[in-house]
């Protein structure tokens, strides 16, 4: 019995890195070509079905599934009123199916809060710059400024730190 309980830690552990791995692949895309590779969030998907059976009744799979689908049809709306893109909306559904409904409260809450906080860092630099178009030069401030310039907000950024600030209770209670 032992021997498949370390067997079980290890595959919880590829889980784990493999979320970690495509929360900052998806971070690190958007933030240098603002486009999220389908890909990651059809990894993530994908992985949460193995790892759900992993995991046995620490994740019940219908209540998961239902958490993600309602977030998935909030953001679509987001996404059609041009607010979010669809990168975005596909990455915070796959988080959501991996969080659940015991994790996904404090996900979408710090999503929420850390996306706010970002696109008015972004809004108050637009409006700084139309000011002072001088702000733009400043070290540190080029891809922030061409965003503000432009209306851009990378939220794989929030979704992702806040994917990552509760990556430690998704997997914790294993």
Known sequence: MGGNKSVKDLAVLGFQ???????VYAMVS????LKIPNFISIILIAAFFPFAL???????????????????????????FGWLGGGDVKLASAVM????PTHGVSFVL???????VFALVLLSLRYMI????????VAGLGRLSQWARNGLCP????????????APSIFGAL
């Open 17 to 23: 890195f493999l979320f970690v791995f495509c929360i």
């Open 30 to 33: 958007d933030y240098r070509k």
């Open 54 to 80: 992993i995991a046995g009744p620490a994740v019940a799979l219908l209540p998961h599934l239902l958490v993600a689908g309602a977030v998935f049809v909030v953001l679509f709306a987001s996404f059609a």
């Open 97 to 100: 199916l991996w969080a659940g």
């Open 110 to 116: 710090l999503f929420a809060v850390l996306g706010g």
């Open 130 to 137: 139309s000011y002072n178009p001088g702000l733009e030069s």
């Open 155 to 166: 939220y794989a950024l929030p979704i992702g730190l806040a994917a990552l600030l509760v």
